[in-house]
């Protein structure tokens, strides 16, 4: 067959696609153009003159934390730099993460259900899903661009810096849903491809957080690097996006080689014969929800204590910075943040718990898919109860939310006290993560609530994460009213090691946690099960 | 003694459709039932409410003495399922998963467990993902039939089988009820039930249109004769028989039910050269139920007739 014979059919394919995902796709586009617009427009608002600018550069280019979160410290003279500064983190991940989900949705997803198996078995060439997959993706970042490009000008920053801006984006998103295609052809899950995405989404950033830290060329080993290079406010060079759309389309080569030596249905790797019994460990539905569990849990381990590593390191090389600059240490003590590194630290494991519960929500979120595809029923006409049964699955979920909180902070804390030889101070950032175990509970417990009762939205457990995020990495930013922060469950919780410890809040929200628990399994038992 | 299975007017709406509407079905002890109807009829969306998946909307129902939707735990124990569509773990083999089944009702047995395996030549060591529909079936299939179960529920348990595995299948079944079991077995396959059910229920858009025992209905329904006669006059006018065709001097027609000694008598009179008497098979029972897609041509009178001679 030739290649090209491989794309019959994509049109009829894409149709399909935007026919399926025509509430996803306007819902991500207005939620990324909608919160980047506000952040933006509300940064005029916090700068009244040029002292204030120079401020808040000063107090940033000294902050490798702020400076590993969100790229390059460049530009800060002007409230046009401070914009892109403090848009980038959200912009960056949200265009990364769409274009991950949505590409494994529409690829693996579709091939595990068996629906393409239909679909190619009509006159459709082999690649037809997967260019269809990279379109309807690729328009959705580049509409996500667009809107950037239309509506930024409204903000302190110009038409031409918006331009760049929405292309560099657009581009990266383009860049990860042709890297997300190549995974696709490796892994045999969905679940797999897209938890494999988001791995390297993660070490993209660290590795263009370590670059931009150490200001040396790490960053050009991460095309987040490459979308960040485009350094808008001061140099406004567009050419590092022609980096991602040349690597974006090296990565459609590779996938289409790929794509050609693998089965239907098959990963690269064939499957091997395992074994005929199954080991003790496999008796139960406790032992089924590990067994399914434990790959995904090893991966994220392996990411986020490399992350914690990182974090706990960068903490120290701030530690030398303010030892190594009275001013700053001066300027510190004056504006009260007398324990910059606790600040520091209560940033980091803020953006770690926040991490971790998108762990918590794709692992649980496993009960929907277990019962869509009929494993549950399987499973349920024995004699287990449907609320063992999806006990069993947010067990083994909240037991890998625990190893994680428990991984990262670890990863911090012991590479801290190692460098700094500070062991009090390593302790408390090991066990600070563990803070946020209720909120991630109280999360999870949304979403059991909403597939107790109404399992068809079961992805508002997402939506909360969103806002959490948003509320977390933005909410001093945007202008919001009071009320809407005492929504934020990650609002309540202490930041410690900044703030003290209180069990006020803890011990609420574990109970809040246990209610939507046992209201979403008191659905659960009264209605159908699919 | 006690049916195994109780359903009587059984409702089950999702949403505005209705699937079932007024439901009724039997099953005795120690018989194979066969649970016929089109794709559509209800017969999965049933046997979900007898395992208590799903929720009646009215309707009573007992399976084993028990109330499915309630005390579904503890009848669960006493029963074993191989659903419509096997969908199975992709990442364990099938040994483990047939395992994990077992285990998690208590336990295996052994030697069941390595005959079944042989029997239907599947390979234990290869994993779900790369099974096909049939070989994800025998995996369920194995698991269901090695447990030690008092009810069998076998939803179109053959449809991705090929033809020698469904005869080995059939071969089991019947040494499934040598040893005491009960059989509710949703099916297409009408050459499989005729050769392993006792009783049938055909149901239609949530339905049922037929049931009893298949001798029964049989006796109960239209008989074709195909005769040959010497003086082939004034067919059309006699009672009992309704001429569907006639061919060279061979008539084809159709015998109403207890009519037969009657019809014979007038056709004695005639001067048989040669006769055929064919009693209606199972296909042209279910046919005779569906070929009329509207619902209109509803034989009561046979309806009433089958249902009368069920147990009660
Ligand atoms: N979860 C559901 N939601 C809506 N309709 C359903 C659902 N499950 C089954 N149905 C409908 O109920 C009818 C009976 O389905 P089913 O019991 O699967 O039929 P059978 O097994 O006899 O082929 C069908 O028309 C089907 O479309
Ligand atoms: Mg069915």
């Given at each position: 067959m030739r290649t090209s014979d491989g794309f019959v059919g994509t049109g009829a394919l894409l149709r399909l696609a935007l026919r399926r995902d025509r509430v996803r796709i306007p819902a991500w586009v207005l939620g990324v153009v909608g919160v980047l617009y506000f952040s933006a427009a509300a940064q005029a608002g916090l700068y009244q003159d040029q002292a204030q600018v120079d401020a808040y550069g000063r107090l940033v280019t000294q902050s490798s934390a702020t400076v590993a979160l969100?790229?390059?410290?460049?530009?800060?003279?002007?409230l046009r730099g401070i914009v892109m500064y403090e848009t980038y983190l959200t912009v960056i991940c949200a265009i990364c993460i769409l274009a991950v989900l949505m590409v494994s949705r529409h690829t693996r997803a579709e091939e595990e259900s068996g629906r393409t198996e239909l679909v190619r078995a009509t006159e459709v060439g082999r690649h037809a899903g997967a260019a269809a997959a990279l379109i309807a993706t690729g328009s959705t970042c580049l509409l996500i661009g667009s809107g950037m490009a239309l509506v930024?000008?409204?903000?302190?920053?110009t038409v031409r810096d918006s331009l760049v801006y929405g292309a560099a984006m657009a581009c990266l998103g383009i860049f990860m849903a042709a890297l997300t295609l190549c995974l696709a052809q490796v892994f045999v899950h969905a679940r797999t491809v897209s938890g494999a995405g988001l791995a390297v989404f993660l070490v993209f950033y660290v590795v263009r957080a370590v670059g931009d830290v150490r200001d040396d060329a790490t960053v050009w080993f991460s095309p987040i690097g490459w979308a960040q290079a485009t350094r808008i406010p001061t140099e406004d060079r567009p050419w590092p996006v022609l980096l991602l759309l040349l690597g974006a389309a090296a990565l459609l080569v590779i996938a289409v080689r790929l794509a050609e030596r693998r089965d239907f249905a098959a990963g690269l790797l064939p499957s091997r014969p395992g074994p005929a019994r199954a080991a003790r460990s496999l008796s139960g539905p406790v032992g089924l929800a590990w067994r399914q569990q434990r790959g995904g849990l090893l991966a994220w381990s392996v990411a986020l204590g490399l992350l914690g590593v990182l974090i706990g390191t960068l903490g120290t090389s701030m530690q030398d910075m303010v030892r190594d600059n009275p001013a700053l240490a001066a300027y510190l003590a004056a504006t009260g943040g007398a324990s910059m590194i606790d600040a520091y630290q209560a940033t980091f494991t803020l953006v770690i718990a926040l991490t971790i519960a998108g762990y918590g929500i794709w692992a649980a979120g496993r009960v929907l898919t277990e019962e869509t595809v009929g494993r549950t029923a399987l499973v349920c006409a024995g004699p287990v109860g449907r609320v063992r049964s999806t006990l069993s699955d947010l067990a083994v979920a909240g037991g890998g939310v625990l190893v994680l909180l428990l991984v990262a902070g670890l990863g911090s804390g012991l590479s801290y006290a190692t460098v700094v030889g500070d062991t009090s101070q390593g302790l408390q950032i090991s066990f600070a993560p563990l803070v946020y175990l209720p909120a991630i509970a109280v999360l999870v417990g949304v979403l059991v609530l909403a597939y107790g009762w109404a399992p068809r939205w079961t992805w508002v457990g997402w939506l909360v994460l969103a806002f959490e995020a948003v509320i977390g990495w933005l909410g001093g930013v945007l202008d919001l009213p009071e009320w809407v922060y005492r929504f934020s469950v990650f609002d309540h919780a202490p930041r410690y090691p900044a703030e003290a410890l209180s069990a006020t809040p803890l011990v609420a929200m574990t109970a809040v946690a246990a209610l939507l628990l046992a209201a979403g399994l008191v659905g659960l038992r009264r209605r159908d099960l699919r | 003694m006690d049916a195994v299975i109780a359903v009587s007017n059984l409702v089950k709406r999702f949403g505005r459709f209705t699937a079932l509407d007024r439901l009724d079905l039997r099953v005795e002890a120690g018989e194979v039932h066969g649970f016929l109807g089109p794709n559509g009829s209800g017969k999965s969306t049933t046997i979900k409410i007898l395992l208590g998946l799903l929720r009646a909307d009215a309707g009573d129902v007992s399976v084993l003495g028990r109330d499915p939707w309630r005390d579904a735990v503890r009848l669960h124990e006493h029963l074993a399922y191989v659903p419509g569509e096997v969908s199975l773990w992709p990442n364990l083999t099938g040994g483990e998963v047939i395992d994990l089944l077992a285990r998690m009702r208590g336990g295996i047995d052994e030697a069941r467990r390595a005959e079944l395996l042989e029997r239907f030549g599947l390979d234990p060591t290869k994993q779900c993902r790369s099974y096909s529909k049939g070989n994800r079936q025998k995996v369920a299939l194995v698991a269901a039939l090695s447990a030690d179960v008092e009810l069998l529920v076998l939803d179109e348990p053959t449809a991705g089988l090929d033809p020698i595995m469904a005869a080995e299948f059939q071969e089991v079944v019947r040494e499934e009820v040598v040893q005491g079991r009960t059989v509710l077995l949703s099916s297409h396959i009408l050459g499989e039930v005729e050769s392993l059910c006792d009783r049938v229920s055909i149901i239609r858009d949530g339905r049922t249109v037929l049931a009893g025992r298949l001798r029964d209905l049989r006796g109960a329904s239209r008989t074709a004769v195909s005769v040959r006669l010497a003086r082939p006059d004034g067919l059309a006018e006699l009672a009992g028989l309704r001429v569907l065709e006639e061919v060279d001097g061979e008539v084809l027609a159709e015998v109403e039910t207890g009519r037969m000694s009657e019809v014979m008598a007038a056709l004695a009179e005639r001067g048989i050269e040669s006769l055929a008497v064919h009693p209606p098979t199972l296909e042209e029972l279910f046919l005779r139920n569906y070929d009329d897609p509207a619902g209109t041509r509803h034989e009561t009178g046979r309806l009433a007739s089958a249902r009368g001679d069920q147990p009660a």
């Open positions: 969100a790229g390059p410290a460049t530009g800060l003279d002007s930024l000008p409204w903000t302190p920053l | -």
